[in-house]
């Protein structure tokens, strides 16, 4: 039961351009999601996060985007640069109770492939 | 900022001997640790919370006989596969959650194990 997808595995970008990566979540306890970078052979790295009480998170070139009522996140990195080429992961929590605070589901994550 | 270890990075080992896999915090003191596994190009799944000084937490389908953790110290946990077999053969990633500021987005993780059971 795949509760956070990522359905696109893979997304090309030119260099200067916008990257979008989407997610989607079934569980609607969650509460709390996030977009984490990886690279081969690495641990994931943390970009940011977003509490389900906001829909906009900004930090720099990334922004995250939350639509509650569609259960679906996106990432949107303006401009792309060749170094953002990475795997991305959203991965989310959920508080319920505080007896899951801090596990994480994460999506089987995009390979973004940032284009000189 | 906050920096998650692993050792070894990588492991190749035979068929029916145990594989320890160390994690550890270098510069801040961890309650929670978690175990992660990745097979290529899919997600990573939790496989067990860790927290010092007690008992793991292992996620539905884990074998807690077989995945073997140990969290003896506010900045060690360890992971004993045992009677390894090729199955086991995966990328496994720990993190850890500073002490006192309990939260996803401070979970810092390792770069991980690759471990090969030939």
């Known amino acids: 039961d795949q509760q956070v997808k990522q359905n696109s595995p893979s997304l090309s970008v030119q260099e200067g351009r916008i990257s979008i990566l989407n997610c989607d979540y079934t569980?609607?306890?969650?509460?709390?999601f996030l977009w984490y970078k990886k690279y081969p052979a690495e641990g994931p790295t943390f970009l940011i996060s977003?509490?389900?009480?906001?829909d906009k998170n900004e930090d720099g070139r990334f922004t995250v985007f939350l639509n509650k009522s569609a259960k679906h996140l996106s990432l949107h990195i303006v401009p792309s640069q060749p170094g953002d080429s990475a795997v991305y992961f959203c991965?989310?929590?959920?508080?319920?109770?505080?007896?899951?605070?801090?596990?994480?589901?994460f999506g089987q994550g995009t390979i973004l492939t940032v284009h000189p | 900022g906050a920096v998650v270890s692993q050792h070894p990075s990588r492991v190749i080992c035979k068929s029916g001997t145990s594989v320890k896999i160390e994690c550890r915090s270098l510069?801040?003191?961890?309650?929670?640790m978690f175990w992660y596994r990745q097979f290529p190009k899919q997600s990573l799944m939790l496989m067990a919370t860790s927290n010092e000084g007690s008992k793991a937490t292992y996620e539905q389908g884990v074998e807690k006989d077989k995945f073997l953790i140990n969290h003896a110290s506010l900045t060690l946990s360890t992971l004993t596969v045992t009677s390894a077999h090729p199955e086991d053969s995966s990328f496994y990633i720990c993190s850890a959650s500073p002490s006192g500021l309990a939260g996803s987005d401070t979970q810092y993780f390792g770069p991980g194990t690759r471990l090969t059971v030939l």
């Open positions: 977003i509490s389900s009480i906001k």
């Open positions: 569980n609607s306890m969650f509460d709390y």
């Open positions: 991965a989310a929590s959920s508080n319920a109770g505080g007896t899951s605070y801090g596990k994480l589901t």
């Open positions: 510069d801040f003191q961890a309650t929670t």
